[in-house]
């Protein structure tokens, strides 16, 4: 048996055993005791004649009562300790066994193994403790698998444009291929990719632990958009997308860090011009939320589907791996735009219908002027 149930159980035993033999004592005291005063006082007469004790003035009746009161007690109280003993048992094992799981549980998460849960069967501070223990391990166990999955992504990530540099390294090395311009230009884009992904790896892993905090001063969203878009026009002409803004007029200043808005803007009308066929629409409207500016990227593009919705703010998530690897995509422009903003005490979202279009939408504080 469990050290904590035998231990709870000995408690309650003994407590409620100290109870009933004192109560047994005091309850002997007070029939002898007034038994004795019943006696006297009808003895009295006799008794101040024969100078005798109250001993001396029961009969063989009185003994008698005497006797079988005290063995009504013991056997009551014999009863009782029997009741006690299984009483004691039922509560000890109702609050020592929740805690007992508990322990077990959690020297199994200890040594790693993360799939165990506990019953909830209650609502007090025990059942709301196991829900709590429960959703620990739920989310060390998704943690876990997130920092596998992006493990696996980097080795994946960097793999490529290494095995593709180490190849032609070593065809040139071996007068295999001869660097022309053109060859040179196609290595330094890997490297460029390479760079950029390390870059964009560290920023994440920075704003992730809080270690990258956005410069924050007020400034004005709507030159912010207005520049991205002009910047971002020729890439949606040479595509034949219609890309323009639609600002609210009066749009207050926000509190942000101007390069990682910019960075988010650029993330994600970029996406949008990538994932828009020709003759699209790519429309930027920017309004005010309560305490928030609310920026929404919509595009009539390819659209997401819901199962992959989800998953588009993970690190390397791409719905069509192939298809975005051509275009350079890492799948990691969407995971910075939602550190960044959440960086910033903001959010972001996506809506989206498979063939139909996606909506990005980014919320960052307004400056409290
Ligand atoms: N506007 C959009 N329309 C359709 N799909 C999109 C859109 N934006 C993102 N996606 C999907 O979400 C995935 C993740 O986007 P994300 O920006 O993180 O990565 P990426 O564009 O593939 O690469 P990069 O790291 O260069 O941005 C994309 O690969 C694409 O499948
Ligand atoms: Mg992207």
């Given at each position: 048996?469990?050290?904590?149930?035998i231990?709870?159980?000995?408690?309650?035993?003994?407590?409620?055993?100290?109870?009933?033999?004192?109560?047994?004592?005091?309850v002997?005291y007070?029939?002898?005791?007034?038994?004795?005063?019943?006696?006297?006082?009808?003895?009295?007469?006799?008794?101040?004649?024969?100078?005798?004790?109250?001993?001396?003035?029961?009969?063989?009746?009185?003994?008698?009562?005497?006797?079988?009161?005290?063995?009504?007690?013991?056997?009551?109280?014999?009863?009782?300790?029997?009741?006690?003993?299984?009483?004691?048992?039922?509560?000890?094992?109702?609050?020592?066994?929740?805690?007992?799981?508990?322990?077990?549980?959690?020297?199994?998460v200890?040594?790693?193994?993360?799939?165990?849960?506990?019953?909830?069967?209650?609502?007090?501070?025990?059942?709301?403790?196991?829900?709590?223990?429960?959703?620990?391990?739920?989310?060390?166990?998704?943690?876990?698998?997130?920092?596998?999955?992006?493990?696996?992504?980097?080795?994946?990530?960097?793999?490529?444009?290494?095995?593709?540099?180490?190849?032609?390294?070593?065809?040139?090395?071996?007068?295999?291929?001869?660097?022309?311009?053109?060859?040179?230009?196609?290595?330094?884009?890997?490297?460029?990719?390479?760079?950029?992904?390390?870059?964009?790896?560290?920023?994440?892993?920075?704003?992730?632990?809080?270690?990258?905090?956005?410069?924050?001063?007020?400034?004005?969203?709507?030159?912010?958009?207005?520049?991205v878009?002009?910047?971002?026009?020729?890439?949606?002409?040479?595509?034949?997308?219609?890309?323009?803004?639609?600002?609210?007029?009066?749009?207050?200043?926000?509190?942000a860090?101007?390069?990682?808005?910019?960075?988010?803007?650029?993330?994600?009308?970029?996406?949008?011009?990538?994932?828009?066929?020709?003759?699209?629409?790519?429309?930027?409207?920017?309004?005010?939320?309560?305490?928030?500016?609310?920026?929404?990227?919509?595009?009539?593009?390819?659209?997401?589907?819901?199962?992959?919705?989800?998953?588009?703010?993970?690190?390397?998530?791409r719905?069509?791996?192939?298809?975005?690897?051509?275009?350079?995509?890492?799948?990691?422009?969407?995971?910075?735009?939602?550190?960044?903003?959440?960086?910033?005490?903001?959010?972001?979202?996506?809506?989206?219908?498979?063939?139909?279009?996606?909506?990005?939408?980014?919320?960052?504080?307004?400056?409290?002027?």
């Amino acid at each position: 048996m469990h050290s904590l149930l035998i231990r709870v159980m000995t408690t309650f035993f003994f407590t409620t055993v100290i109870v009933i033999v004192g109560l047994m004592l005091v309850v002997n005291y007070q029939v002898s005791e007034n038994f004795n005063s019943y006696l006297y006082m009808s003895g009295m007469h006799g008794m101040m004649m024969n100078h005798g004790n109250m001993a001396s003035m029961m009969g063989a009746p009185e003994k008698q009562f005497f006797m079988s009161l005290k063995q009504s007690l013991l056997l009551a109280a014999g009863a009782m300790l029997f009741i006690v003993a299984g009483i004691s048992y039922y509560l000890a094992r109702n609050i020592a066994t929740p805690v007992i799981d508990l322990n077990q549980a959690v020297n199994a998460v200890a040594e790693g193994n993360l799939d165990v849960a506990v019953a909830v069967e209650r609502q007090d501070e025990v059942g709301q403790l196991a829900i709590a223990f429960n959703t620990m391990t739920t989310k060390l166990k998704s943690n876990t698998l997130l920092r596998q999955r992006f493990l696996a992504g980097v080795a994946h990530e960097l793999r490529t444009p290494l095995t593709i540099l180490k190849a032609n390294l070593e065809g040139i090395a071996d007068g295999v291929i001869i660097p022309d311009a053109e060859q040179m230009n196609s290595l330094t884009e890997e490297v460029d990719r390479l760079t950029k992904m390390v870059g964009e790896l560290r920023n994440l892993s920075l704003l992730e632990v809080g270690q990258l905090q956005p410069e924050i001063a007020p400034m004005d969203i709507k030159q912010l958009v207005t520049q991205v878009v002009l910047k971002s026009k020729p890439l949606a002409n040479a595509k034949n997308i219609n890309l323009h803004s639609e600002t609210d007029e009066r749009l207050p200043l926000i509190l942000a860090d101007g390069n990682m808005v910019n960075q988010m803007m650029y993330n994600l009308i970029l996406n949008s011009i990538k994932y828009t066929p020709s003759s699209g629409q790519i429309t930027i409207v920017a309004t005010t939320e309560g305490s928030m500016v609310k920026i929404k990227v919509i595009d009539t593009g390819i659209g997401i589907a819901v199962e992959d919705l989800e998953h588009v703010f993970d690190y390397f998530y791409r719905v069509d791996p192939a298809r975005t690897k051509v275009s350079g995509g890492t799948g990691l422009g969407l995971a910075l735009v939602k550190q960044m903003a959440l960086a910033h005490g903001g959010q972001v979202k996506a809506e989206s219908k498979l063939g139909q279009g996606s909506t990005f939408t980014v919320l960052l504080p307004i400056h409290p002027q």
